[in-house]
């Protein structure tokens, strides 16, 4: 820790920083648990979708406060969460109900409380509906950035035919401290073959899952997420760091294959390890990723070539391989892959054209993958973590680590575990209707749209 | 053999120079780092393993329980029982054999053979005047007699004694002993140079392909043997200075060992326990033998393993020919040169009360991914290091592929074991 940095974190330094505006940041809820205060649900229509999944989820909900005079109504004891069912509206005149029911939960809303609007996506309903889908989203990361205290704003878009077991796992997760740093974002949940009936607290129980680049940082928080929630861990990182990835394997009683993923025969040997269990691959995690930071002007061949290939060539071959219906130990049906993407891949970054070019790549990989392998019910989604606190982001100095951290709607950067809750509801067998998502894990990042 | 004994797994940690990057660790450090890598590859967290037999050549006193403690530390059940064997540089192959014994007998299921030794972190002694007036001091009753105890201490009695590397019969240390040797077997600074520059090339080639991927896990961010010289040649072996022999002898610090640290581990199962455990068996232990020489009486000292060689491979019906890859430790080049020169003496081996000449042998098959002048020598480690390698080896050219290991050790003696692949 630097001077300067210490000097900020005295005591004396946090009355100073309070003093410029820079408040202390909200303290985020994470892990399985829901709001403490009342969830409200308010239907826009006559739907009961959301009230069905809130059913499946066990939670009561009440009546929400309605503002409909000048004098804005308030919530007597601060709600935890507003649920919108918006699967009604198609009118630019209904956007109004939504205003009306925002208006005191907003301003009613405990500490990292949840406002969550379900709608249908656009397309196919006509012009008007679909700029009402594209309205909601404008209100939605606009709530984000409004919301205070920890407070998060999330949209999903249920299509047609979605069930409350199709939605279950989704609401649960944003609804639970496990979307901490998950806000402002909007994302699709389809019909799928196989809904869910409830919640489950130990969704992978017995389940293989690969989680690359594992011995610390993101990595192994996601293996120690995953572990938590049941899964059976091989953690793969390269050779070079298998002391690290030793510590995490045996934490979690899993095992560690040490393994370099750019290496020819990668994906054969991780099929071969988990063939060797007698089992089959639930979720490919593919976390690995290095940075080879240099302006475009001073960016060379092996500069560009090393961050593609890690980040993202490697695990296309790898799920080559492991999605050959023939390879022993390769994906089984109803399997999931993650891939790793950035907001810098999403918004572009000075400096990372290379690590730019290989996260967006990510992004498109899975939304190419999803359509092909939903016949076999795999689903292929990603994450892009914005600014998360582990060594890689401690190097960067520290003014610059500060602004990074403070760009967003919840003024911290994310911790490793906030990346790994949102992998852990993407693998849930629960989340069959998610595929083709990527989901930004950046607190509503200013960059990164 | 009642139970098949096989291999199924085997962990290191790289090895390294004493004084080196382990400058720091302890024995107790260095195990049980070996035994987590070896935990967290096979999926053992939290396992009870039959039995966890390890040994260290140079242990401080308050390590006489070192590798139950390092069980304590490591991510095995603590109901994980483990005992110390010391069998000087042949300890690691010993814990192996006796162990193989036991699963063989049908009293363990699985175990783990162990060695680790800091060269870096050698016991020092006090002499002995100065040890009889502590524990003196310490047995007073009153100050005045504590005070005469202390009294006597002089100068002369402070200074630390370091482990002594001398042959407590002849005097003379190891690489003393094998000078003689070499001088009488008539081996060349060349031969002894060639076989150093191939140790550490086969070395070499074997981390560049990845064969070690699964058998060795990093330690305080070591990530491959340290001692490893790839670019070395023998011209540059050629301008080392003797180490041993006097001015005009051939062994230097290139053709023999370097002081090391490191740890090793196997482990050994039954097949049934394999399968339970999700374990490819790699090789079966066959069959093993110690043998001694009469050193004190002029017998070289590190060519006992010759005598169980022969009569271990007569016990199985085989020759030199029926094995496919062997594995000489190499404590000096030259030990290993004398040791396949006597291997071809039909006089020396019928002197040994073998039937005749062990064999000729092809140096191709002979310490293919290079061995402990390239890798390092941690004494009771090379054991563990070299049975897990020579089991992948049997493992990646197909069942039935058999190997031998020999290993010379202190005091004259030596022990030699046979695996085969399954």
Redesign the interface.
Known sequence: MSALEKAFYSPVGRKVAAKAGLAEPPRLRRGRTFPQGAIVLAPLGPSTLVAETLALLGRAHESPVVDDGDEAPGYGDRIGALVVDATDARTVSELEGLRAVLRPAVRGIERAGRIVVVARPGGGGGWEADAVARALDGINRTVAKELRGGATSTLVYAHEGATPGDLVSTLGFVLQGRSAFVDGQAWHVRPAAVAAAALDARPLDGRVCVVTGAARGIGAAIVRTLARDGAVIV?VDV?????G???V????????????IT?DDAGARIAAHVA???ARIHAMVHNAGITRDKILVNTDAARWGSVVDVNLAAQMRINDVLLDPATEGGMADQGRIVGVASTSGLAGNKGQTNYAASKAGVAGLVISMAPDLAARGITANAVAPGFIETDMTARIPFVQREVFRRSNSLSQGGSPVDVAETIGYLVDPASQGVTGQVIRVCGQNLVGA | MHHKVVVVGGNRIPFAKAGGPYAQASSHDMLTATLDGLVARTGLAGERIGEVAGGAVLKHPNDFNLTREAVLSSALAPETPACDLQQACATGLETTMYLANKIALGQLESGIAAGVDSASDAPIAVSDPLRRILLEASRARTAKQRFAAFARIRPRHLAPLAPRVAEPRTGLSMGEHQAVTTTRWGITREEQDGLAAASHHRLAAAWDRGFFDDLVTPYLRVAKDAILRPDTSVERLAALKPAFGGPDGTMTAGNSTALSDGAAAVLLATEEWAAAHHLTPWARVVDAEVAAVDHPAGADLLLAPVGATGRLLARQGLTVDDIDLFEIHEAFASTVLATLAAWRDEDYCRGLGLDGAIGEIDRARLNVTGSSLAVGHPFAATGARIVPTLAKLLHERGPGSRGLISVCAAGGQGVVAILEAV
Do not use: I
């Open positions: 953690a050779p070079a760091a298998g002391e990835l030793a510590a394997a045996n934490e979690v009683g899993g095992t560690a294959l040490q393994l370099d290496a060797a269990r007698g």
